[in-house]
C-alpha cells in the first residue's frame, strides 16, 4: 500500500505579516490569500525491515535511520522528522518502519507558503495511513504546532490554513490565538478576470524568512511605533481587498496591493531589496497597477495586477530581470489524501 497527499500552495493577497506573533496576539491579525495549483506532495511507503527512510526528490537529499520513536533533528530534512516525531508522540504510533517521498512544485524559500504547505502535505500522508481523525481545523493547528513549537520556527498562521482548507479565504487571527477561516464565494467571472490580471513572477532568488520574520516579531514586541502602524495599515488592507473581491470592484485590487506593498516595507528591514526595487519599478513603469512580495519577503515570488492592455508590456519588463512568469490557476481543494492499493 501507499499513502500519498498533496497540499497546494497560496498566494498572499493582503494583510501577511499580521498572522504573526505577537502583534496578533496583541492586535489580532488578518490575510487574504488564494491557493494555486502548485503542490507539495507526500507519500509513505510502509516497510518491514526496521528502517526509516526521507527522500526528498526536489532537493536530491535522502537520510536513513532505524526505527526509532524520537529521531534527531539536525538540520536536513527537518520538517518530515519533526512531523513523525510529533505524529509518534500524539497518536501513540511505534516501531514504525516506512520510506517517505516528498516533493515540492516549487522552491523553498520562495514566498509561496513552501515550508508551512509541505508540513501540512506530510501530517496528511500519516492521517491517511492511520486513518487520524482529524478535521481540517485540526491539521492546520498541528501543522502549525509542529512548526513554530516543535521545530521553534519563526513565521505566522496564514500558509498552514491555506494548504489545509484550499480556495480564496479571508482569516482572521483573533487575540485568544483562535483562526477563522471564511471561505469567499466569489462570482466565477471575478475568479477568472483576478486570475487573469495577476501576474505571478519568480525572481529566482530565495531567502530565509525566519530572519525576517523574527525582526519583524520583535519590532511588534517593542511597539516601535513605525513598525506598528505599518503593520495595523496592512491588516486593514485585507479587509478591503475582501470588499473589493465581494463586491467585484477589482479596479481597487493594484491599489490595495500597492499601499500593502509600501507599509509591508516599513514592518522590518530586508523585506525589500534593491533587485526587488528595480522589479517593482520597471512593472510599474511598464503598465502595473500595483505589486508586492509574496511572503515575508527578501526574495521568492512577486505578483503584478495589470490590465488586459498593459499585460504584456508588464511581463515583457519584468521578464528582462531573469526571472520567470509561472503560470497557474487557483484551486478550490485545499489538502487531498488518498490510498494506493
Not at 498566494?11 to 491579525?29: H, N, T
Amino acid at each position: 500500500m501507499k499513502y500519498r497527499s498533496k497540499a497546494p500552495f497560496r498566494i498572499g493577497l493582503a494583510g501577511g505579516g499580521s498572522d504573526v506573533s505577537p502583534f496578533s496576539d496583541k492586535f489580532g491579525g488578518a490575510t487574504l490569500n488564494a491557493s494555486i495549483n502548485l503542490y507539495a506532495y507526500t507519500t509513505i511507503i510502509p516497510r518491514t525491515d526496521g528502517k526509516i527512510i526521507f527522500r526528498a526528490e526536489d532537493r536530491g537529499e535522502e537520510i536513513e535511520y532505524e526505527t526509532s520513536d524520537e529521531l534527531p533533528i539536525s538540520g536536513k530534512l527537518d520538517l518530515q522528522i519533526g512531523v513523525y516525531n510529533r505524529v509518534v508522540k500524539q497518536f501513540q504510533k511505534s516501531n514504525l518502519s516506512f520510506e517517505m517521498i516528498t516533493s515540492m512544485d516549487v522552491s523553498s524559500g520562495s514566498g509561496l507558503g513552501t515550508s508551512s504547505t509541505l508540513v501540512t502535505s506530510v501530517i496528511g500522508a500519516f492521517a491517511e495511513w492511520f486513518k487520524l481523525p482529524l478535521s481540517e481545523y485540526d491539521i492546520a493547528k498541528l501543522a502549525f504546532d509542529i512548526e513554530r513549537e516543535d521545530l521553534k520556527m519563526a513565521g505566522g498562521k496564514q500558509d498552514q490554513y491555506a494548504a489545509t482548507f484550499g480556495g480564496i479565504n479571508f482569516m482572521e487571527f483573533r487575540k485568544d490565538n483562535s483562526v477563522i477561516v471564511n471561505s469567499l464565494k466569489l462570482k466565477t467571472e471575478v475568479i477568472n478576470e483576478l486570475q487573469y490580471n495577476l501576474i505571478l513572477y519568480y525572481t529566482k532568488t530565495s531567502r530565509k524568512s525566519s530572519k525576517i520574520i523574527e525582526t519583524q516579531a520583535s519590532n511588534a514586541r517593542e511597539e516601535k511605533e513605525i513598525p506598528v502602524n505599518a503593520m495595523k495599515i496592512v491588516k486593514d488592507q485585507a479587509y478591503l481587498m475582501k470588499e473589493a473581491l465581494l463586491s467585484g470592484e477589482l479596479n481597487k485590487v493594484g491599489d490595495i496591493l500597492s499601499m500593502s506593498w509600501e507599509n509591508k516595507k516599513k514592518m522590518a528591514n530586508g523585506i525589500s531589496t534593491p533587485f526587488i526595487d528595480s522589479i517593482y519599478d520597471a512593472a510599474i513603469q511598464a503598465g502595473a497597477i500595483g505589486g508586492k512580495i509574496s511572503g515575508a519577503g527578501g526574495g521568492g515570488f512577486m505578483i503584478f495586477y495589470t490590465e488586459e492592455t498593459s499585460r504584456a508590456s508588464v511581463i515583457a519588463s519584468i521578464s528582462k530581470f531573469g526571472g520567470t512568469v509561472k503560470q497557474y490557476e487557483f484551486c478550490n481543494q485545499g489538502l487531498i489524501t488518498w490510498t494506493v492499493s
